[in-house]
Nanobody, 121 residues
Framework: QLQLVESGGGLVQPGGSLRLSCAAS????????IGWFRQAPGKEREGVSC????????YYADSVKGRFTISRDNAKNTVYLQMNSLKPEDTAVYYC??????????????WGQGTQVTVSS
C-alpha cells in the first residue's frame, strides 16, 4: 500500500512554531522528491517547499524563505517541514505529495490527506 500521512498541525500564536511530518510507506522512499503544499480558505493550492530524492536539493516559496525548513530522514521514511515565525497568513491545510521522479520537477502522483495549521492570537 502506497501511503502518505501528514501530522503535526494545530493552533499556534503568531510568531510560534510547528513541525509537520509526512510519513511514507509502500514505495522506495529515498528515490522520490517530496513536496509540501498548502491551501488557505478561498485560495488555490500553492507549493511551499520541495526536497529532492537524489542529492537533497531544496526549494522554498519566497513567502516562507528564512522561516520554513524542509528535511528528510530516509531511515524513517519521513519528510519534515519546520515552520518558525508563523504568521496568520500561513493558516491553511498543509499537504505532502510525491513527485514521479527524483527531482523537484514534473507531476505529483500521490497526495496525503492534509493537516490543518491555524495561526491566530
Amino acid at each position: 500500500q502506497l501511503q502518505l500521512v501528514e501530522s503535526g498541525g494545530g493552533l499556534v500564536q503568531p510568531g510560534g512554531s510547528l513541525r509537520l511530518s509526512c510519513a511514507a510507506s509502500g514505495f522506495t522512499f529515498d528515490y522520490y522528491a517530496i513536496g509540501w503544499f498548502r491551501q488557505a480558505p478561498g485560495k488555490e493550492r500553492e507549493g511551499v517547499s520541495c526536497i529532492s530524492g537524489s542529492d537533497g536539493s531544496t526549494y522554498y516559496a519566497d513567502s516562507v524563505k528564512g522561516r520554513f525548513t524542509i528535511s528528510r530522514d530516509n531511515a524513517k521514511n519521513t519528510v519534515y517541514l519546520q515552520m518558525n515565525s508563523l504568521k496568520p497568513e500561513d493558516t491553511a491545510v498543509y499537504y505532502c505529495a510525491r513527485r514521479k521522479e527524483r527531482l523537484c520537477t514534473g507531476i505529483y502522483d500521490y497526495w496525503g490527506q492534509g493537516t490543518q495549521v491555524t495561526v491566530s492570537s
